[in-house]
């Protein structure tokens, strides 16, 4: 069974800095497009960033770029997002999803297979 379980969330203040994991079971994720979305309760989900099967093209929503890395470890069918200089506005449930093969269509949700449970971040001011 394919499981990405995010971790990582949690509190903290404005300014501060959070780093989400996201791991990968039941399948290797290596060649593949990796990306992280978050969504608030009753809005649609929104792209945050993505990450090429070898890490080597990323891709940043505006409202995060500067501030925000996503990051992969194939060893490990892992991704990561090192989030800086939150802002309440960045308060939202964080999803990790990946999508088969390479093509790279970063910041659409359908071109996604699996998705995550997600994991909360609460940022105060």
């Known amino acids: 069974q394919v499981q990405l379980v995010e971790s990582g969330g949690g509190l903290v203040q404005a300014g501060g800095s959070l780093r989400l994991s996201c791991a990968a079971s039941g399948r290797t994720f290596s060649r593949d497009t990796m990306g992280w979305f978050r969504q608030a309760r009753g809005k649609e989900r929104e792209f945050v960033a993505a990450?090429?099967?070898?890490?080597?093209?990323?891709y940043y929503a505006d409202s995060v770029k500067g501030r925000f890395t996503i990051s992969r470890d194939n060893a490990k069918n892992t991704v990561y997002l090192q989030m800086n200089s939150l802002k309440p506005e960045d308060t939202d449930v964080y999803y990790c999803?990946?999508?088969?093969?390479?093509?790279?269509?970063?910041?659409?949700?359908?071109?996604?297979?699996?998705w995550g449970q997600g994991t909360q971040v609460t940022v105060s001011s």
């Open positions: 999803a990946a999508g088969l093969g390479s093509r790279w269509y970063p910041s659409k949700l359908d071109a996604y297979d699996y």
């Open positions: 990450i090429s099967w070898s890490g080597g093209s990323t």
